[in-house]
């Protein structure tokens, strides 16, 4: 028997696959908006639609209990209002319908001297990226207190996970695997907040399942791995059939190439992230989903970076 219908807006990312396979293993009825369905999931069904459209979203949450807004613009599009407006289109299709809404939140809505960052904690941008997040998570708490819909933001560290490897791990610290490098993106004893993808989808899971006993609007900190850049080097190295050197990431090219590549230049203004220690925390969501909840970190690494190598042989 289903325990509800879920709506996972943007099936085709990163957290929208990963949520798509979290709640149909555990039991939900499972539907997926995407332009196109290039990563179907076995068990579920699929609208072909863009979301930027006020009918196709309607149309496609009708009948849902649950919507996981997974939803990503590219970077280089984040700007000039774009994104406001495609959560707006969310916020409008949803009206006065009483639905869950599940939003991932980033820490992007902090600054690089928020060394724990708790729910508790005074929002202020570091970049202008940060700015749009917090503007955003603004509107989602606005139309909560309207008792228009139930938002819930659960935040998480950069990602990772077989088949979505994340921005970050797959296309900077193992954008040279084939020279046999890895790049650690800042200083090897600094900590960094990450988060197992297959991990942060089941917390979703869990809030959505809990969720008559949640305010209207809430807000969430996952702490996924807090773990060293050296950790981090030290796990792939391990998952990974050869050896390897380990070298810091060359912010420099990234600078160089920012000069005429806008995409480049937002990332290079994010390596605050890197060179600083922003641990989330939460001891409320903790004691929601349990003691020995996340998958154990070398094994969720190398359950990762054997996706990648057999990808890449199989290309």
Known sequence: MSKGKVTVLGSNGHIGHAAMLAFRDAGWDVTGLGRSNRRPVGGTHFIAGNADHLGVVRDAIADADVVVHALHLPYDQWGNGRAEAQLQAVINALGDSGKTLLFPGTIY??????RTVSPATRQSAEAPRGEIRIALEAML???AAERRFQAIILRAGD????????????QAMLMNLGKGKIHHMGDLALRHSWAYLPDLARAFVVLAERRAMLDGFE??????????????MDAIAQALDRPVTVSPMPWWVLRAIGLVNPVMRDIYRMRYLWLNEMELVDPRLDAIVGPDFATPFGAAVAATVGELIESRKAA
């Open 219 to 232: 807000n969430f900190h996952f702490a996924g791995n807090w773990i060293s850049h050296g950790q981090m």
């Open 141 to 143: 708490r606005a139309a």
């Open 109 to 114: 809505n902090y600054r690089a001297n928020d």
């Open 159 to 170: 990602f990772y996970g077989p088949g979505n490897r994340g921005e970050w791990f797959e």
